[in-house]
Structure formats: C-alpha cells, structure tokens
C-alpha cells in the first residue's frame, strides 16, 4: 500500500470508526459487534504505525490515550466560564421567574435541563474538529485538557454534517457514570485492603462520590488511564462569533445533530407550573438514571430575551439552578456491631431496621469510630437519620429527637475485642481502637493467612473458599509459614460446614485426597513466587504490591530489608516517613522475625532475582550518571537496569562518565558539568533504545 491508498483507508477508517462510536455512546444503538468495531480500529492503528506522518490528532485512535502532562497549560476563556445562581424552594423560583417577566414583556418560555453533577468543560471546535479542551478554573482561565478530553468517546472529535460554524464553543459537563464509579473505587478499595490500610483510611482515600472522581481523572497525567476511567458527557450550551440561535432548546437540536451528546430529558415548558411540575417529577426519578444529578437547571429559552436580561458578576440573570435536597430518611437503630480486621483496627457499624434510600436497601452505615458515637450522641432504641448525598456509603447525620425514649440508655463504645476478648487500645492521635493481640486474635490471624494466599500475593488458589478457616479451627495454622509444614495425612479427610453469608445456605467442605493434592502441590508452587511478592504477601501495614516491589528493588532481600533502619528505608523511591516506621515495627516484634525465618527454611524467597538477572552487555565497561525523573522508569529502577546492561552507575559526572542521563528536571549542575567536559547527554528515549527497549 503506498502513501495515497494509506490516506484514503485511514480516512475511511477514522470516520466508520468514529461513526459506530457515535453509535455506540451517544445514541446507546450499535450497529456492529463488539469484535467488528475492534478490527478496524486495529487496521487503523496498524496503518498509522506504519504511516506516521499520516497519524491526525483527530483520529479516534486517539481516545485510548498516551499523552503524558506534567503540567497543564492555563488558558483564557474566549467567553468567561460563569455559574448559576442556585435556589433550593419553590418560593426562590418564583421570585426567579417575577425578575424574569420584569424584563420580558412578551410570552416566554423556559427550558428545563437536569444538572449534571460533574465538571464543567468548554470545548472549542474549528473547522468540524475538536481543538481544545478547558476546564473552568477560575472562570476567567481555565486548564488545558485537551488530551485527556479527546478519550471520551462520546465527545466527538469531528463533528457530523457541514452547517456548522468555522469555529465556536460549547459547553457542557463531563461526568462519571455510577457503574463507571462503582467499578473504579471497587478496584482502588482492593488496592487499598491488600495494601493492609484499615476501613476508616480506605473511606477516606476512595472517591467520595462521582464528581470528585470525575474532577480527578480529567486532571490525570496520563491521558491512557483517563481513558480507562469510563467518563462521559453532556452537551449544554452553544457560543459563536458566527452564528446564533433563536432559542435554546434550538441550539440543542442542533447540537444533537453535529453529534455532541445531548440529555434526552431537557423539555420546553410554557409556564412556571410546568417547571416546578418538571421538579417534582425528577426529584424522586433521578435516582434511577444511571449518573448523578443534583438539581434542575431553568432556561429561558429565547436567547434574544437571553441577551436583554444579560448577566450579574458571577452568573446569568436568564437561568437559575434548583438544587434538590439530599435524600435522607429517619429508621429505628437495631444495634451497634464491631468488626475487627486484618490489622487489628475495631470499626463500629450501625446494623439499621431496612430501609428504602434513594434507590437501594440500607441495612447497615459505618460508624468510624468511637468519637463519631459520642458525637452522634447514639442512645439504645433511637431512631436515626440517614443519607445519602452524592456520596454511595450511607451515612447516619443524626439522631430523630422525636423518638427518643426518656430512659433510653448511651452507647458506649466497646472496651474488649468481640472476637477474643482483649483490652482494646487506642495510641494518642489515633481515631481507630485497635486489639493488640495480633497473634491470638482469630479474625486477625485468619486475616493474614488470607491475605497471604491471595492470587496477587502467593497466589495459592487451592486454599480459597474457606479453606483457611478449617485449617485454623483444627489448630493445623496459625501463621502463613505454618502452611509449608501441613502433611498429606493431616489434610485427609477434614470437614466443616460452612455458612454462605449472602444466601444463607450451607455447604460442607471436605477433603479428598485429590483436594489435599492439590492443595498441598498450590502450596509447594508458592515457592517460586519472587521475593517481592512475598513481601507484599507477609501483610507488613501500608506495605502494599507497589511499594513491595521498590523496597524489593533497592534492598534486594529480605535480610537486608530487616537491619534497615527508618533512614535507610527512606532512601528507597516513595517510601516516606509512614512507611519505613510500619516496617520498622513489624520486624521488632520477634514473633514476625521468627516467621520469616521458618519461611525461609521452608524455601519460600528471600532473595530478589530480578535484580542480579543479566539482560544483557550493551553497557558493558560504560559509566552512567542519572539525574532527574523519567517516565518509564522509577529512580532506583534505572539504576538496576543499567546494571543488568553490564553498565556502572556513578554519583557525579567527572572526565571518566560515559554519558549523563538526563531525565525531567535534571540537576543543572550536571547538565553544565557535562557540558563543560563534553560528557554526552541522553534522554530516557535514548537509552531505551540503546538498552533495545520497546
Ligand atoms: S448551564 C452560563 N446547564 O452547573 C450557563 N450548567 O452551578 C452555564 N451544570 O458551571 C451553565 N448541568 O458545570 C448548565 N444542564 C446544565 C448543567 C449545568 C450541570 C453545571 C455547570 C455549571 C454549574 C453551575
């Protein structure tokens, strides 16, 4: 294929492509597979490898991202980027509506839009296509997002049909869809408890609700994990030099058209009754839709009328957002229950007479802590309020006065562990209380064998299903390293009946002598697992797969990971001050030393092999001074690789120093130093490519 043919193909890829995107996230109608739509963006990507120069910004092979922003770049707004005034009762609106027939002297309409909950964007289109992407900011300036913008696929990145203006803006809202949302922290809060941080860190650390993690992700980094963040967006409003619109629920229309992304539900009504008739009907229907929306949005629709009443400082006097009321609902306190994690952390929990909260079932809210107890103030047999505002977890905001018994008795927070009865204790400056009997409490031990078989960690899958749990109760495992001393004999034939928690049914495990077979060869294959994943895997707090894997890399072993004091755990990459004292911690209690070193006996890996492994001699008898931050590797990560490429790292750049390699924000007296000594100077993309890396 030469040149020419590649320009017509990719043209006729692009916009087949584009237009079953379309399909697919704006009108939800596809009209092909899943698989067809995946072969031809392949073809495309596949052309544009092999015809760079053909390769357009507008390409929908774009939407998956690559982009990495350090910063953003601020930008002006063509036209300041306002807010709405906001109201919150019928009687605001009317007096909405009185400034509003004050100015229009003739019959008006309004458009009633849902407001999306999520982040104002502006999108500037010139010639059909998608050129920049703001954010509001201040009103005044707003940042560039462009890149991270072009991999929404419901934003078109060339418009359909021809009568539209040169250039122009639009407005609109990009928003995270609940399922989107649900998945996303679903996965950080996996993250998050492996990583051993206990529910009240882990509540604190996940998105609050949509919004904030539509906010996050069009201000990532790396335009690819955007991409994978499954945002969306809605189209509200349209700004032009060239052209004008009589109404807006006109501009709307044709909006629609040009392939922008526009809710179905806007309406056009003639009266002030109809709106609020709009707001009653969406108060309560909103929360089935599958996105957040925190109000309804009133529009005059004639934007002559628009430009007549014109604009205060802050917003326009032609529309007015209602604000709906978080949803929230008064239900009897049954009990208060306590449940005690892997580390030992006791979290208080409300178990709720059900009831019906915009949407789903609420049986139970976490408490926290002991301090949110007393500040509720929770008495025996209240009645408490519960809400949900934009944000998923349910939480009680206060107690019904109403229904307050006159001898109802104070909660107090517990003072023993539920599970094995010892004195809680609670470190100054801590919220949580924790049970300080790590190696007798059940749930805590059972927690870290658990922790320890997970697929990420050893990844001993013929253990699963509680399996644990039976091992634990015939007092065969107490610790992760008591696992490689189980004998086939021990194992044969041990019962339990277990109770599924969900359904309530139950189901009897027992096992064979092929189930001890396998389970005992899962075992004895978890020997191959590297060290850094047994590192993750002992379960040390806030040690999680990332930071595992740098102390891994920069300590090599684990007995050299154990004489390290908080100083020296703080030289490896991202290991701050929270870290290495956990660490520390963990190896002065003896009992877990004793651990490790039963482990070790059993074979399982205390050495990192990646680290001394030999790639190859293209840096042989070279040595390398690296200075500054790269993009592909972390700091010590460099370091080993040049030494798996037979290469030397140095400190400073002197007359023997091969090259310098300088990353982002490189040490400018090292950047001169080599200068003067005519010491070349490489990128990261230098050196991948002399290292052969891809
Ligand atoms: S119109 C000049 N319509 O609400 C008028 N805004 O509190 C521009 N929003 O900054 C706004 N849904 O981010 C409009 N259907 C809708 C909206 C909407 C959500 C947001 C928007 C705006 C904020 C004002």
Same mark, same amino acid.
């Given at each position: =294929?030469?040149?020419?043919?590649?320009?017509?193909?990719?043209?006729?890829?692009?916009?087949?492509?584009?237009?079953?995107?379309?399909?697919?996230?704006?009108?939800?109608? #596809?009209?092909?597979?899943?698989?067809? &739509?995946?072969?031809?963006?392949?073809?495309?990507?596949?052309?544009?490898?092999?015809?760079?120069?053909?390769?357009?910004?507008?390409?929908?092979?774009?939407? +998956?991202?690559?982009?990495?922003?350090?910063?953003?770049?601020? +930008?002006?707004?063509?036209?300041? =980027? $306002?807010?709405?005034?906001?109201?919150?009762?019928?009687?605001?609106?009317?007096?909405?509506?009185?400034?509003?027939?004050?100015?229009?002297?003739?019959?008006?309409?309004?458009?009633?839009?849902?407001? &999306?909950?999520?982040?104002?964007?502006?999108?500037?289109? *010139?010639?059909?296509?998608?050129?920049?992407?703001?954010?509001?900011?201040?009103?005044?300036?707003?940042?560039?997002?462009?890149?991270?913008?072009?991999?929404?696929?419901?934003?078109?990145?060339?418009?359909?049909?021809?009568?539209?203006?040169?250039?122009?803006?639009?407005?609109?809202?990009?928003?995270?869809?609940?399922?989107?949302?649900?998945?996303?922290?679903?996965?950080?809060?996996?993250?998050?408890?492996?990583?051993?941080?206990?529910?009240?860190?882990?509540?604190?650390?996940?998105?609050?609700?949509? *919004?904030?993690?539509?906010?996050?992700?069009?201000?990532?980094?790396?335009?690819?994990?955007?991409?994978?963040?499954?945002?969306?967006?809605?189209?509200?409003?349209?700004?032009?030099?060239?052209?004008?619109?009589?109404?807006?629920?006109?501009?709307?229309?044709?909006?629609?058209?040009?392939?922008?992304?526009?809710?179905?539900?806007?309406?056009?009504?003639?009266?002030?009754?109809?709106?609020?008739? &709009?707001?009653?009907?969406?108060?309560?229907?909103?929360?089935?839709?599958?996105?957040?929306?925190?109000?309804?949005?009133?529009?005059?629709?004639?934007?002559?009328?628009?430009?007549? $009443?014109?604009?205060?400082?802050?917003?326009?006097?032609?529309?007015?957002?209602?604000?709906?009321?978080?949803?929230?609902?008064?239900?009897?306190?049954?009990?208060?229950?306590?449940?005690?994690?892997?580390?030992?952390?006791?979290?208080?929990?409300?178990?709720?007479? #059900?009831?019906?909260? @915009?949407?789903?079932?609420?049986? *139970?809210?976490?408490?926290?802590?002991?301090?949110?107890?007393?500040?509720?103030?929770?008495?025996?047999?209240?009645?408490?309020?519960?809400?949900?505002?934009?944000?998923?977890?349910?939480?009680?905001?206060?107690?019904?006065?109403?229904?307050?018994?006159?001898?109802?008795?104070?909660?107090?927070?517990?003072?023993?562990?539920?599970?094995?009865?010892?004195?809680?204790?609670?470190?100054?400056?801590?919220?949580?209380?924790?049970?300080?009997?790590?190696?007798?409490?059940? #749930?805590?031990?059972?927690?870290?064998?658990?922790?320890?078989?997970?697929?990420? @960690? =050893?990844?001993?899958?013929?253990?699963?299903?509680?399996?644990?749990?039976?091992?634990?109760?015939?007092?065969?495992?107490?610790?992760?390293?008591?696992?490689?001393?189980?004998?086939?004999?021990?194992?044969?034939?041990?019962?339990?009946?277990?109770?599924?928690?969900?359904?309530?049914?139950?189901?009897?495990?027992? &096992?064979?002598?092929?189930?001890?077979?396998?389970? $005992?060869?899962?075992?004895?294959?978890?020997?191959?697992?590297?060290?850094?994943?047994?590192?993750? @895997?002992?379960?040390?707090?806030?040690?999680?797969?990332?930071? @595992?894997?740098?102390?891994?890399?920069?300590?090599?072993?684990?007995?050299?990971?154990?004489?390290?004091?908080?100083?020296?755990?703080?030289?490896?990459?991202?290991?701050?001050?929270?870290?290495?004292?956990?660490?520390?911690?963990?190896?002065?209690?003896?009992?877990?030393?004793? $651990?490790?070193?039963?482990?070790?006996?059993?074979?399982?890996?205390?050495?990192?092999?990646?680290?001394?492994?030999?790639?190859?001699?293209?840096?042989?008898?070279?040595?390398?001074?690296?200075?500054?931050?790269?993009?592909?590797?972390?700091?010590?990560?460099?370091?080993?690789?040049?030494?798996?490429?037979?290469?030397?790292?140095?400190?400073?750049?002197?007359?023997?120093?091969?090259?310098?390699?300088?990353?982002?924000?490189?040490?400018?007296?090292?950047?001169?130093?080599?200068?003067?000594?005519?010491?070349?100077?490489?990128?990261?993309?230098?050196?991948?490519?002399?290292?052969?890396?891809?």
């Amino acid at each position: =294929m030469n040149a020419t043919q590649a320009k017509h193909r990719i043209d006729e890829l692009s916009q087949s492509i584009e237009e079953h995107n379309h399909r697919y996230y704006v009108l939800a109608h #596809p009209s092909i597979s899943d698989a067809e &739509f995946d072969r031809l963006l392949e073809e495309l990507i596949r052309l544009e490898k092999e015809f760079p120069e053909l390769l357009l910004p507008t390409s929908p092979s774009q939407r +998956v991202g690559g982009t990495v922003t350090k910063q953003f770049k601020t +930008v002006k707004h063509t036209y300041p =980027m $306002l807010s709405l005034g906001n109201t919150y009762s019928e009687s605001e609106l009317k007096e909405f509506d009185e400034r509003v027939r004050k100015v229009i002297t003739v019959d008006y309409k309004y458009v009633c839009e849902l407001k &999306f909950d999520g982040v104002a964007i502006g999108l500037t289109y *010139r010639n059909g296509e998608l050129v920049q992407a703001l954010t509001r900011g201040d009103g005044v300036q707003g940042d560039d997002v462009t890149a991270n913008i072009r991999t929404i696929p419901s934003i078109p990145l060339k418009l359909a049909g021809s009568d539209f203006p040169t250039e122009f803006e639009v407005r609109g809202e990009v928003f995270m869809p609940l399922s989107s949302f649900q998945r996303l922290n679903e996965a950080l809060k996996k993250q998050l408890e492996a990583d051993g941080y206990d529910e009240l860190e882990i509540a604190e650390k996940l998105f609050k609700n949509p *919004r904030n993690a539509a906010a996050g992700s069009v201000k990532m980094q790396d335009s690819s994990l955007v991409a994978r963040r499954g945002l969306d967006a809605y189209i509200y409003f349209f700004q032009s030099e060239e052209r004008s619109f009589e109404s807006h629920f006109e501009s709307l229309q044709k909006l629609k058209s040009w392939g922008f992304k526009v809710n179905e539900y806007s309406q056009l009504v003639d009266s002030l009754e109809e709106v609020i008739n &709009f707001l009653g009907q969406w108060d309560s229907k909103r929360h089935a839709l599958s996105y957040d929306t925190d109000g309804v949005v009133v529009k005059v629709d004639s934007i002559k009328w628009q430009k007549e $009443l014109g604009f205060t400082a802050k917003s326009p006097r032609w529309a007015i957002a209602y604000k709906f009321k978080a949803a929230s609902v008064s239900t009897p306190l049954l009990s208060i229950t306590y449940q005690v994690g892997r580390t030992g952390a006791v979290t208080p929990v409300a178990q709720l007479h #059900p009831v019906q909260l @915009a949407g789903t079932t609420v049986r *139970r809210a976490t408490l926290h802590n002991a301090d949110q107890i007393i500040k509720l103030d929770l008495h025996e047999g209240d009645h408490v309020f519960v809400e949900k505002g934009g944000e998923i977890i349910p939480k009680i905001t206060a107690v019904d006065p109403s229904c307050r018994k006159k001898d109802a008795l104070p909660y107090h927070y517990i003072s023993k562990c539920p599970e094995c009865g010892t004195p809680l204790v609670r470190t100054e400056g801590e919220v949580l209380h924790y049970c300080p009997n790590e190696m007798g409490c059940p #749930p805590q031990i059972k927690g870290r064998i658990e922790h320890f078989i997970a697929r990420r @960690a =050893m990844d001993i899958n013929s253990l699963g299903e509680g399996k644990v749990e039976l091992l634990f109760d015939h007092g065969l495992v107490h610790t992760p390293a008591d696992l490689y001393h189980l004998k086939h004999d021990q194992l044969l034939g041990l019962t339990k009946e277990i109770t599924d928690e969900e359904t309530g049914k139950i189901r009897k495990v027992s &096992f064979q002598e092929k189930s001890v077979d396998k389970i $005992l060869k899962g075992i004895k294959a978890s020997l191959e697992i590297p060290f850094e994943r047994v590192l993750y @895997a002992i379960g040390i707090r806030y040690v999680g797969e990332t930071v @595992a894997k740098k102390l891994a890399r920069h300590f090599g072993s684990m007995d050299r990971l154990m004489i390290a004091d908080a100083e020296q755990l703080m030289q490896a990459e991202e290991i701050g001050e929270k870290i290495a004292d956990s660490i520390v911690q963990y190896f002065q209690n003896q009992a877990n030393v004793a $651990l490790i070193a039963d482990m070790k006996k059993s074979g399982v890996r205390m050495e990192s092999e990646v680290a001394n492994e030999q790639l190859s001699d293209r840096l042989s008898g070279k040595t390398i001074v690296v200075s500054g931050v790269f993009t592909y590797f972390g700091r010590d990560e460099i370091k080993s690789v040049i030494e798996q490429h037979g290469g030397k790292v140095s400190g400073s750049v002197s007359a023997k120093t091969s090259f310098l390699l300088a990353g982002e924000e490189a040490g400018p007296s090292k950047l001169e130093k080599a200068k003067q000594l005519k010491v070349p100077v490489l990128s990261e993309q230098e050196f991948k490519n002399i290292i052969g890396q891809e």
